[in-house]
C-alpha cells in the first residue's frame, strides 16, 4: 500500500453531511500552489466540485500565494480541474443528479509524491442527525474511558 501523508482533513463535512461514497482524484495545480499545499497554506472550508461540461472542477479551495514566490505566484481562488477517470465521473453525475447529493472534498494528502484529494459523495444532515451524531460519539467516548479505566 502507498505511503499516505494526510495535509487536511474536513471535520466540519462529516457533521454537516451524511458521506455515503467516496472517492479519491487527482488535482491540476500549478508550481507555487503544490508549494504552497505542502506547508499547510489552504483553507477548503467552503469548497465543493461540480461537473461542468463533463469535466470535473473544484470550486471554493483557496490556496495562499506562496510567500517565496515572484511574478509567476498562482490566482488564490481560482476553479481547478480534478482528476477521475470517465466511468467514475458518470457515476457521480447520476448520484449528484439525485435530490439532495453534493461533493464535497473531505481530504487533502500525498501519495507518492502527488498531492491527491479524497471526495465525498454527501447528503446534508438534518439537526437531529446531527444531534444524533454527536450523542453516539459522546457515547463511544465514555465506553472507551470506561474501558480504559478497568484496565
Known amino acids: 500500500m502507498a505511503e499516505r501523508k494526510t495535509l487536511a482533513r474536513n ?3 462529516f457533521y454537516e453531511y451524511q458521506v455515503e461514497d467516496t472517492l479519491e482524484v487527482g488535482i491540476i495545480l500549478q508550481g507555487t500552489e503544490v508549494k504552497s499545499m505542502r506547508r499547510g497554506k489552504f483553507s477548503f472550508a467552503d469548497a465543493y466540485a461540480r461537473i461542468i461540461q463533463n469535466e470535473l472542477w473544484l470550486v471554493g479551495l483557496h490556496i495562499t500565494e506562496y510567500t517565496h514566490g515572484n511574478l509567476f505566484n498562482h490566482d488564490p481562488t481560482r476553479r481547478r480541474k480534478l482528476l477521475c477517470h470517465a466511468d467514475e465521473l458518470d457515476r457521480l453525475r447520476r448520484r449528484v443528479d439525485e435530490k439532495g447529493f453534493t461533493l464535497v472534498p473531505l481530504e487533502f494528502y500525498l ?12 447528503k446534508g444532515k438534518k439537526l437531529y442527525d446531527k444531534r444524533e451524531s454527536l450523542k453516539a460519539k459522546d457515547q463511544k467516548r465514555e465506553m472507551d ?7
Do not use: N, P, S, T
Open 11 to 13: 471535520r466540519r463535512a
Open 111 to 122: 501519495k507518492q509524491g502527488l498531492i491527491k484529494m479524497a471526495l465525498g459523495v454527501c
Open 145 to 151: 474511558r470506561e474501558l480504559r479505566k478497568g484496565l
